[in-house]
Structures are given as structure tokens and as C-alpha cells.
């Protein structure tokens, strides 16, 4: 078997054969290329030690990301490409680290430390494929198995039980047996792993072809109230209304998988709901209601978000789309829809008509969007009129007031709060001097506001 590999990467390798080192591209870009996919990146194994490393590439910027590992990347203009030492490694005492490292001489040894069958293996074109775990058979059952015991696997490093959601989400599939049992004997050990880890692999399941394989997967191995713990009373709950074919915890798993993969439109899919367990009032013909369950739910989110470690600006995009979402029940006039766009803001409006569309037809067979995309199309003329709907559109500014008599303080934002919601009804009195002439006559200068 031959594998094709980019010039840079070909360039490392070539370098230090030249040297005298064995080199191999390891791991997932090997697995990707069997896929039929493209590496995000390569990563290469050889049996020179660190320093050995930094010695070959002198002439190139290097870093020391883990020298005591192994580990050193080399900046080339095309990319950066991480060398790693032959190694094999000590217990995990952490459930992360391990408590030492020692280098070795062979491959084979090397690929017998890592997580999974499908990335324990290495190529360079002198020996071709280097395979002894199976991981091209695995490929072909496509399945996701552990390399050797899959209990010491997950007990050197907890993450790996996450890693196989991923994988198995990612790639569609299927958990070995023998894998599964132990994913689900060690789960609970996931809450000893940092938050920020956990946010890179579950970051990953959520942006996959169908993320409701991995959250169902999760609930099957027991990690499920350990990650999302906030989502756990959405499982089963009836929702008690006609428009609803699904409980509250199977609509979220339709939304989110028919959002497109845009990170806080899916956070904002997966949370969208979570307030209704919370919210549930059954009026006397017995149909369920869920009033307040937006404003609700984006507290919950925001909570939700924090204690994953996701960005404050993350949190605070995916509690507006939460907070907004059940505005395509409204009927609105342009000010109105001005007014949402203004809360909303212009580059989250798009992702709320996506969530929208994406809730409502998860909601029952019938649903139509139709509603959702009128709104969505007189928003784009609104936009694309460049028709006010913040004070900063307005043809006037505090200078202006100021000149005109008005005292500099907390009444000229109520100014220009009148003269916004004047313009969002009439575009035309976007003008100074209509301005000036609203201004006035609403807060004539006499009266010292």
C-alpha cells in the first residue's frame, strides 16, 4: 500500500532519514487517508530524541510543547508538523498524564500506547503500513476498538471514553464490545477529567454529520448526567400538546441534527427547549403549555455553557437565539422586526431563522415554515434598505443634540430612543433636520430635560 503525503510533511521525513532516523506519519492522518479524507494535519513518530529533533531542524523555528514527552512541532511555511519520540509510558496517576515516559527504539512499540485500533498505525514509503493492531480491519467493520485492554486504556487517560463517542459519532461506527463494557464500567470517572478537555471532544460531536448519535451514545455508557446534567429531565418528558409527536429530550435530538454545523446555532439547538420541564402548565382541556420556557431556558444554557468552559461571547450569542426562538409565533410590523433584529443582532438573525425553521418542523409532520420565511425575506429588504434599527443608524448623534441646547446626561439616550422608534415606523425621517424638528417637538429646550 502507498500513501501519498504532502511535500512538507515528505520534507520532515526525508530530513531525518537523511540523518539517520527512522520516520513515519502516525496515527489519524493515516486513518482519514483510508477513509477517503483529507487530514486536518500530520503528525509524525521517529526514534530520534528531542533534542536529536532540534538538532535536525536548526534551521527552522521549533517548539517545545513537551520536551519530557517527546513531543517537539516544526513551523514550515505551509504548516506545522508535530515529531514525537518513540515512546511507551507509565500509569496514568492523574487519569491524564503519565507518571513517566520512557523512549524506544521500535514503532511498534510506540503504537502500542495509543488509544484505539483505527489510530495505532504508522507508514513511511520503506515499509509501507505498519498495522499491528488491526486497525485496518477495524476500519473495514467499522468499528471503534480499543488497542489491547480497553480497561487500562480508559484508566490511563478517562478522556479516551469521550474519544470514542466521538469516533464512533464522527465516523459512524460501531462500539466494539468488549470497548462499550468498559466505556460504561469507567464512565463516571469522566467528571475526573477538565472541563476544557471535555469541551474540545464534545465541541467535536456536536459540529458531526448527526450529533444524536453521540448524545445517545452517551446516555447508553452513563456520561450523559455527567456532561449534561441540565438536559437529564428533558429524557421522557411529555409534552402534552398536538403540535408535539416527540418528547421534550427526542425534538431537541431532531433540532439539532437538522441545524446546520455552525457551533452556536447547535448549542443553541441542543439547550433550546431545556427550559420547558420547568415551565409545564396543563390548562383544563388538558394540553400542556410552556410559557416563559425561552427566558427560562436561556439561563439554564448560560449555566450550561459556563460550566463547559465556553466563551462569554459563545454564552452570550446562544442565549439570545434561546431567548428569541419562539418569535416566529409573533406577527410582527416592520418595527417590530426592527426591533428583533436590534435584540437579536444582524449576525444572529440568520442562525435564528435556521434554529426556527429546524424546531418547528421537528415539532409534528404537518408544520409548516412558511411564517418563518416571510419573516426571514422581510427582514432581508429591511437589511438590504439599510433601514435604521439601532441609534447608530440615525443621521444624528450627541454633538448634534448638544448643539441644539440639550443638556449632555442620561436624557439624550431617551432622545435618541424617540427618534429611533420614530424612524423604525417612517424611514423617511432619517434626515438632520427631521431629527432636529421630532427632537424638539417632543423635548422642547424651554423645559431644560
Excluded at 520503506?126 to 477495524?138: C, N, Q, S, Y
Aim: with cysteine; glycine share 8%; proline share 4%.
Amino acid at each position: 500500500m502507498k500513501i501519498e503525503t504532502p511535500l512538507y510533511v515528505k520534507f520532515i521525513m526525508d530530513r531525518l532519514e537523511e540523518k539517520g532516523y527512522e520516520s513515519y506519519i502516525v496515527g489519524g492522518c493515516i486513518r482519514d487517508i483510508l477513509l477517503g479524507n483529507i487530514p486536518n494535519d500530520f503528525d509524525v513518530g521517529t526514534n530520534a530524541l528531542p533534542e536529536e529533533i532540534e538538532e535536525v531542524f536548526k534551521d527552522k523555528k521549533t517548539i517545545d510543547v513537551g520536551k519530557q514527552f517527546g513531543t517537539i512541532i516544526i513551523h514550515l511555511d505551509e504548516a506545522s508538523v508535530e515529531i514525537t519520540t518513540f515512546r511507551t509510558e507509565g500509569e496514568y496517576v492523574d487519569g491524564r498524564r503519565p507518571e513517566w515516559v520512557k523512549f524506544v527504539s521500535t514503532i511498534e512499540e510506540d503504537l502500542s500506547r495509543r488509544d484505539f485500533t483505527i489510530n495505532a498505525m504508522a507508514y513511511n514509503k520503506d515499509k509501507g503500513l505498519i498495522d499491528p493492531f488491526g486497525g485496518v480491519e477495524a476500519i473495514g467493520k467499522k468499528v471503534v476498538k480499543c488497542v489491547g485492554n480497553p480497561e487500562k486504556r480508559f484508566m490511563e487517560d478517562y478522556l479516551r471514553i469521550l474519544r470514542v463517542v466521538r469516533f464512533s459519532t464522527v465516523l459512524d461506527f460501531e462500539i466494539e464490545e468488549e470497548t462499550f463494557l468498559a466505556c460504561k464500567k469507567y464512565g463516571e470517572k469522566i467528571s475526573q477529567v477538565s472541563m476544557e478537555r471535555i469541551n474540545q471532544e464534545f465541541v467535536k460531536i456536536l459540529m458531526s454529520g448527526k450529533p444524536s448519535i453521540g448524545l445517545e451514545v452517551m446516555r447508553s455508557i452513563g456520561i450523559f448526567q455527567i456532561v449534561l446534567p441540565e438536559l437529564v429531565p428533558t429524557i421522557g418528558f411529555d409534552q402534552k400538546n398536538p403540535h408535539h409527536e416527540r418528547d421534550v429530550y427526542n425534538h431537541i435530538l431532531c433540532v439539532v441534527d437538522n441545524t446546520p454545523p455552525i457551533l452556536k446555532l447547535r448549542l443553541a439547538a441542543l439547550f433550546h427547549d431545556v427550559g420547558k420541564p420547568h415551565t409545564l402548565s396543563v390548562d383544563k382541556e388538558g394540553v400542556g403549555h410552556f410559557y416563559g420556557h425561552d427566558k427560562v431556558g436561556a439561563k439554564i444554557a448560560k449555566t450550561a455553557l459556563e460550566r463547559l468552559k465556553f466563551s462569554k461571547k459563545m454564552i452570550e450569542d446562544v442565549s439570545i437565539l434561546i431567548e428569541n426562538h419562539m418569535t416566529h409565533h409573533g406577527t410582527f410590523k416592520d418595527k417590530g422586526l426592527k426591533r428583533l433584529i436590534r435584540r437579536v443582532g444582524e449576525e444572529n438573525i440568520g442562525d435564528l431563522f435556521l434554529l426556527q425553521k429546524a424546531d418547528r418542523e421537528c415539532s409534528n409532520k404537518d408544520a409548516s415554515i412558511e411564517s418563518i420565511v416571510d419573516m426571514e425575506k422581510r427582514i432581508k429588504k429591511i437589511l438590504s434598505k439599510n433601514e435604521a434599527y439601532e441609534i447608530k443608524h440615525l443621521h444624528i448623534n450627541g454633538e448634534d443634540l448638544i448643539e441644539m441646547g440639550y443638556i449632555e446626561g442620561p436624557e439624550i439616550g431617551e432622545i435618541f430612543e424617540y427618534l429611533l422608534g420614530k424612524v423604525m415606523e417612517n424611514p423617511e425621517f432619517n434626515e438632520i433636520d427631521k431629527l432636529k424638528e421630532l427632537a424638539l417637538k417632543k423635548y422642547p429646550i424651554d423645559k431644560k430635560i
